[in-house]
C-alpha cells in the first residue's frame, strides 16, 4: 500500500512538471512569434538591420547552394557546368563568418577606415568604364558653407539661363494635358559646379544658394514638355530649411521626404519621382564625348535598405539600358547603397518609381548637363509613352469583360 502511495505521487509530480514545460515551450512559441511579427511591422527606417548578416547572406547564391547538396549528394555534381573550382570548406566558413572577402579588400576596408562608407557600394549594372575604383562619391560640405558664411562670388554666367535647343523634339503626338506626373526634386540642392565659382578649386567647396543642381530641372522640364509629359521642379531650399532647424547635412533626407510627401497627397497624378545631385568625382570620370558633343554622364544611385529597392532598380535600369542604346556610354550605371552610416534609403520607399540620379561631377558646365537632361528626357519619353500604351491595352480588355 504505501509503494502504491509513493509512485501515484511520483506521477503526479511528473505530470505536474510535465504541463510546466509544455505551458513554458508554448509561452515561449508564441514570445517568439509575437517579437518576430512587432520587428517586421516596424516601419523600414526602424528596423533593426545588421549589414554584416546581410553581406553573409549575398554571398550565399544559387550556385552555392547546388555545391552544398552536391557534397551530400553526389549525383548533383554530376551534371555539366561551368564552375571553375569548388569552393574550399575553411575559405566559405571564413568568408560567412567574418564578411571578408579576399578577393575585394573593400570588405576590410570599409570597417577601418572612417568614412570609408561614401566609396562603398555595389554595382548593380556598370556603364562603360564604370568600377569600384570610380564611384559616385558624395561628401558633405563644411560647416560655414551650409550656412552661406563663405559663399563664392560667381562667374561664366553669359548665356547660362539660355535654353538648349541642340536636343529639342518634335511636337508630341501625344501629351499628359494639364497632368503633371513627374517630379523632380533636389535634397542636396546647393550643390553646384566649379567652373561657375570664381576662386574654387575644392570640390568639397562647390556649394551655393543659387547656380546649383536646381538649374538642371529647368532644362528637364521644358525638354520633357517637349514630349508631351508635365513634370512639377520643386526647388524648396533643404539646406535653408536644414539651417532654420539646426539640423546637420545627414538629415538632409529627413527634411526632403516631408517635402515629397507633401506633393504627393497635393497631386495623386505624379507617378515619377527624381531626386537630382551632383557627384563629386572629376571631370575625366564624369564626362563622355558622344557625337562631337560634351556630356555630363549620369549615374543611377538606389537606396539598398529601402525593402523594396528591387522595384525602383528595375526602373532605373530600363533608363540605364535606354540610354546605353540611344547615348552610349552616357550612364555610369545603376548603383546599390547598402553601407552602414549612409541614409541608403533616399525616400524611394514612398514609391516603387523612385530613383535619385547624380548628374556629372564637379567640374561639368551646364551646357553639358543640359544635353544630358535632353537625353535622359528622351529615353522617359520613350518608357513613359510605351508603359502608357500597355496600360491602356490592359485596361481596354478588362472594360469590356
Known amino acids: 500500500m504505501k509503494n502504491t502511495r509513493t509512485s501515484g505521487a511520483f506521477l503526479i509530480v511528473q505530470g ?11 509561452l515561449f512559441i508564441i514570445l517568439i512569434f509575437s517579437i518576430s511579427g ?7 527606417q526602424y528596423r533593426l538591420m545588421s549589414a554584416s548578416v546581410n553581406q553573409a547572406a549575398t554571398n550565399v547564391n544559387g550556385e552555392l ?20 573550382t569548388t569552393p574550399k570548406l575553411t575559405n566559405l566558413v571564413f568568408k560567412l563568418s567574418s564578411n571578408i572577402n579576399l578577393n575585394d579588400p573593400r570588405s576590410l576596408l570599409g570597417r577601418e577606415l572612417p568614412g570609408f562608407y561614401q566609396f562603398d557600394g555595389k554595382i548593380l549594372v556598370a556603364g562603360e568604364g564604370t568600377n569600384y575604383t570610380n564611384m559616385p562619391v558624395e561628401s558633405a560640405p563644411p560647416i560655414e558653407i551650409m550656412k552661406e558664411e563663405r559663399e563664392a562670388a560667381l562667374q561664366n554666367l553669359e548665356g547660362l539661363d539660355k535654353p538648349t535647343d541642340e536636343n529639342s523634339a518634335p511636337a508630341p503626338g501625344q501629351t499628359t494635358g494639364g497632368r503633371e506626373v513627374v517630379y523632380v526634386y533636389f535634397t542636396h540642392n546647393r550643390e553646384s559646379y566649379l567652373p561657375y565659382l570664381k576662386g574654387v578649386t575644392d570640390p568639397d567647396l562647390a556649394y551655393h544658394s543659387q547656380i546649383n543642381v536646381t ?14 509629359i508635365g ?10 530649411s536644414l539651417n532654420e ?25 505624379l507617378h515619377y ?13 564624369t564626362t563622355v564625348t558622344i557625337n562631337g558633343k560634351s556630356y555630363a554622364k549620369v549615374a543611377f544611385i538606389i537606396g539598398g535598405k529601402n525593402p523594396n529597392y528591387e522595384k525602383n532598380a528595375k526602373f532605373a535600369t530600363e533608363l540605364h539600358n535606354r540610354l546605353q542604346k540611344k547615348y552610349k556610354g552616357l550612364s555610369r550605371g545603376v548603383i546599390i547603397k547598402n553601407a552602414a552610416g549612409s541614409n541608403s534609403i533616399y525616400n524611394q520607399n514612398l514609391s516603387e518609381n523612385a530613383i535619385l540620379i547624380e548628374f556629372g561631377g564637379v567640374d561639368n558646365t551646364f551646357d553639358e548637363l543640359n544635353r544630358s537632361a535632353d537625353a535622359l528626357a528622351d529615353v522617359f519619353s520613350d518608357f513613359y509613352w510605351q508603359a502608357e500604351k500597355v496600360n491602356q491595352d490592359t485596361e481596354q480588355p478588362a472594360k469590356k469583360q
Open 245 to 269: 532647424k539646426g539640423w546637420k547635412f545627414p538629415k538632409s533626407y529627413d527634411e526632403s521626404r516631408s517635402v515629397v510627401q507633401t506633393a504627393m497627397a497635393n497631386n495623386h497624378d
Open 215 to 228: 538649374k538642371i530641372g529647368d532644362q528637364l522640364k521644358r525638354s520633357l514638355a517637349d514630349r508631351g
Open 38 to 44: 512587432l520587428l517586421t511591422s516596424l516601419k523600414p
Open 16 to 26: 505536474t512538471s510535465l504541463l510546466k514545460i509544455i505551458a513554458a515551450l508554448s
Open 231 to 240: 513634370s512639377f521642379i520643386d526647388k524648396t531650399d533643404i539646406q535653408a
Open 65 to 84: 547552394l547546388y555545391q552544398l547538396m552536391g557534397w551530400e549528394n553526389h549525383h548533383f555534381l554530376k551534371v555539366e557546368n561551368s564552375w571553375v
Open 273 to 285: 519621382f527624381i531626386d537630382i545631385h551632383r557627384d563629386s568625382q572629376r571631370k575625366d570620370k
